[in-house]
C-alpha cells in the first residue's frame, strides 16, 4: 500500500508514515514532502515538515517537541505516537544515545493502546527499543512472538532469535536463526548474527563455521573476520586469530574492536 498515489491528505500520511516505519527513508521524503505540498497548515501538514527536520537532523529538540505536541492534540491517532516512536528508534540508530528510549517506548505503547494489535513493523520496532536500548528482553519477547506470527519472514525471526540470544534461550534461539537463514539464505548480516551467538554460546568451531559461510556471501564483511578471529583466540589459536584481526583491520580499519 505504499505505492498507492492519492489526493486525500490524511490517507498521503498514513502512507508516509507507513514507508517511514520502514526506515526507507528516502522513499518517505518523498511522500512526506507531498503531504506537506497538499496543506501545511493541518495537523498531517505539521507531522510532515517535523518528520522532514528530523530526517534531515535540523533542530532535533524542537521537532521532537512539535511531535509532542501534535500527538497531545491528538491522543487519539495512533499515526502522531507512531512517528515519535519512529523517530526516537532513528535517533538511537544514528547516534547510540538512549536519551530518548523511554519516550519511544511510551510511544509504542500509546499506538497499541489503540491499534491492539498493529502492522508488523509496530511490534518489530517496539522490540528493538525494549531489547537493544533498554534490556527488557521478556517485554520484547511477547513483542517479537507477534511480529513472527503476522510476518513469518527472515528479518522476524531474526529479531525473535536475537533477543532469545541475549536472554540465554539459546535452544530455541538456535531454532529461530536457523529458520531465519533458511528463508534469506544470501543474507550475510543472519549467519553473521548467529556466529556471534554461537560465539556467546562457546561453540567457537559452529561461530567459525557460520562466519566462513557469512564470507563466501559477502567477502568484504569485516565483521565475519572479527567474529572468526574471535572464536580462534577463545580456542587460544592466537597466530591464526591474529591472521583474522588483520584481515578484518585491513577491510575495515575504522572498527576498533579488532585492534584490541
Same mark, same amino acid.
Given at each position: 500500500?505504499?505505492?498507492?498515489?492519492? &489526493?486525500?491528505?490524511?490517507?498521503? @500520511?498514513?502512507?508516509?508514515?507507513?514507508?517511514?516505519?520502514?526506515?526507507?527513508?528516502?522513499?518517505?521524503?518523498?511522500?512526506?514532502?507531498?503531504?506537506?505540498?497538499?496543506?501545511?497548515?493541518?495537523? $498531517?501538514?505539521? !507531522?510532515?515538515?517535523?518528520?522532514?527536520?528530523?530526517?534531515?537532523?535540523?533542530?532535533?529538540?524542537? &521537532?521532537? *517537541?512539535?511531535?509532542?505536541?501534535?500527538?497531545?492534540? +491528538?491522543?487519539? /491517532?495512533?499515526?502522531?505516537?507512531?512517528?515519535?516512536?519512529?523517530?526516537?528508534?532513528? @535517533?538511537?540508530?544514528? =547516534? @547510540?544515545?538512549?536519551?530518548?528510549?523511554?519516550?519511544? !517506548?511510551?510511544?509504542?505503547?500509546?499506538?497499541?493502546?489503540?491499534?491492539?494489535?498493529?502492522?508488523?513493523?509496530?511490534?518489530?520496532?517496539?522490540? /528493538?527499543?525494549?531489547?537493544?536500548?533498554?534490556?527488557?528482553?521478556?517485554?520484547?519477547?511477547?513483542?517479537?512472538?507477534?511480529?513472527?506470527?503476522?510476518?513469518?519472514?527472515?528479518?522476524?525471526?531474526?529479531?525473535?532469535? /536475537?533477543?532469545?540470544?541475549?536472554?540465554? &534461550?539459546?535452544?530455541?534461539?538456535?531454532?529461530?536463526?536457523?529458520?531465519? =537463514?533458511?528463508?534469506?539464505? /544470501?543474507?550475510?548480516?543472519?549467519?553473521?548474527?548467529?556466529?556471534?551467538?554461537?560465539?556467546?554460546?562457546?561453540?567457537?568451531?559452529?561461530?567459525?563455521?557460520?562466519?566462513?559461510?557469512?564470507?563466501?556471501?559477502?567477502?568484504?564483511?569485516?565483521?565475519?573476520?572479527?567474529?572468526?578471529? *574471535?572464536?580462534?583466540?577463545?580456542?587460544?589459536?592466537?597466530?591464526?586469530?591474529?591472521?583474522?584481526?588483520? $584481515?578484518?583491520?585491513?577491510? +575495515?580499519?575504522? +572498527?576498533?574492536?579488532?585492534?584490541?
Amino acid at each position: 500500500y505504499t505505492g498507492i498515489q492519492t &489526493n486525500d491528505q490524511r490517507l498521503a @500520511f498514513a502512507q508516509a508514515v507507513c514507508t517511514r516505519s520502514r526506515f526507507n527513508t528516502q522513499q518517505a521524503d518523498g511522500q512526506f514532502r507531498r503531504v506537506f505540498a497538499m496543506d501545511p497548515r493541518t495537523a $498531517e501538514g505539521h !507531522c510532515a515538515r517535523f518528520a522532514l527536520e528530523l530526517d534531515d537532523h535540523n533542530q532535533v529538540d524542537k &521537532n521532537f *517537541t512539535g511531535l509532542r505536541l501534535l500527538a497531545a492534540d +491528538n491522543p487519539d /491517532n495512533p499515526l502522531f505516537h507512531w512517528m515519535i516512536g519512529i523517530q526516537c528508534r532513528d @535517533f538511537y540508530r544514528h =547516534t @547510540f544515545r538512549k536519551d530518548r528510549s523511554a519516550e519511544g !517506548c511510551r510511544a509504542y505503547q500509546r499506538v497499541l493502546e489503540l491499534f491492539d494489535v498493529g502492522p508488523v513493523l509496530v511490534h518489530q520496532t517496539f522490540a /528493538n527499543i525494549l531489547s537493544e536500548e533498554l534490556d527488557r528482553n521478556e517485554e520484547a519477547l511477547v513483542q517479537r512472538r507477534i511480529a513472527v506470527e503476522l510476518e513469518p519472514k527472515a528479518w522476524t525471526y531474526d529479531g525473535m532469535a /536475537n533477543t532469545l540470544s541475549a536472554m540465554k &534461550n539459546y535452544d530455541e534461539a538456535n531454532l529461530a536463526y536457523a529458520k531465519s =537463514t533458511e528463508l534469506a539464505p /544470501n543474507d550475510a548480516e543472519y549467519w553473521l548474527h548467529w556466529s556471534g551467538s554461537l560465539y556467546n554460546q562457546g561453540r567457537f568451531e559452529d561461530c567459525i563455521s557460520k562466519s566462513k559461510t557469512a564470507l563466501a556471501i559477502d567477502p568484504g564483511s569485516y565483521l565475519a573476520r572479527y567474529y572468526w578471529g *574471535t572464536a580462534l583466540e577463545a580456542q587460544a589459536k592466537r597466530k591464526k586469530a591474529l591472521e583474522q584481526y588483520e $584481515e578484518a583491520i585491513r577491510l +575495515n580499519p575504522a +572498527n576498533p574492536d579488532a585492534y584490541v
